[in-house]
Nanobody, 115 residues
Framework: VQLQASGGGSVQAGGSLRLSCVAS????????MAWYRQAPGKQREFVAL???????NYQNSVQGRFTISRDNAKNSVSLQMNGLKPEDTAVYYC??????????WGQGTLVTVSS
């Protein structure tokens, strides 16, 4: 399973970005799909998750600003980020859980938010 993330970039505070991640390989199904992030000098942290049934969960600090969605036909997950803040600056990683195979990570995409 390979994950290819895209969509990172630099924006000013209040701006928007959309991250996308596509999973490829011999995949019959995917359980949860999620986004994590790692800011400079900090540990990787959970951002948002969407289950195979479409249920979502968000870190409190992004609730109401970020929206996670998935396209099961394309094995893809997206993260729409609105109202970005400088503290959202980080490398964002997508993660998927494949039944009976485990967890896989994308290569990360950098999001920089300037004040």
């Amino acid at each position: 399973v390979q994950l290819q993330a895209s969509g990172g970039g630099s924006v000013q505070a209040g701006g928007s970005l959309r991250l996308s991640c596509v999973a490829s390989g011999s995949i019959f199904s995917i359980n949860a799909m999620a986004w994590y992030r790692q800011a400079p000098g900090k540990q990787r942290e959970f951002v948002a998750l969407v289950t195979s049934g479409g249920s979502t969960n968000y870190q409190n600090s992004v609730q109401g600003r970020f929206t996670i969605s998935r396209d099961n036909a394309k094995n893809s997950v997206s993260l729409q980020m609105n109202g970005l803040k400088p503290e959202d600056t980080a490398v964002y990683y997508c993660n998927v859980i494949v039944p009976s195979r485990g967890s896989y990570w994308g290569q990360g995409t950098l999001v920089t938010v300037s004040s």
